[in-house]
């Protein structure tokens, strides 16, 4: 059974970083590609980077580009998702997923793309 544990939400002002974890527990996070999404009140969620399971191909979300990076510890198992430069609209419940993929380059922006999720970790920026 494959879990995902998110951690390092919380309250930040406009302009301030914070770095979100997830673990996963179950297998090693080699054989997956993984992906942060986000989920605003009232809106539908969208996917804020994603990597293939060798993670040498990220794909970011035009709107994090050059202030979110994505990242992975295979020691940890752990998947990062560093956020500097936040913004109020980057307020929502983030979560992290993740899938088997036989791919080492394949990139996936769908949730439903996804089997496994974690419990999401709220981030709030104010203005």
């Known amino acids: 059974q494959v879990q995902l544990v998110e951690s390092g939400g919380g309250l930040v002002q406009a302009g301030g970083s914070l770095r979100l974890s997830c673990v996963v527990s179950?297998?090693?996070?080699?054989?997956?590609?993984m992906g942060w999404f986000r989920q605003a009140p009232g809106k539908e969620r969208e996917f804020v980077a994603v990597?293939?399971?060798?993670?040498?191909?990220?794909v970011y979300e035009d709107s994090v580009k050059g202030r979110f990076t994505m990242s992975r510890d295979n020691v940890k198992n752990t998947v990062y998702l560093q956020m500097n430069s936040l913004k109020p609209e980057d307020t929502a419940v983030y979560y992290c997923a993740a899938r088997l993929s036989i791919s080492r380059w394949s990139v996936f922006r769908a949730g439903y793309e996804y089997d496994y999720w974690g419990q999401g970790t709220q981030v709030t920026v104010s203005s």
């Open positions: 990597f293939s399971s060798s993670a040498d191909n990220i």
């Open positions: 179950g297998r090693t996070i080699s054989t997956y590609a």
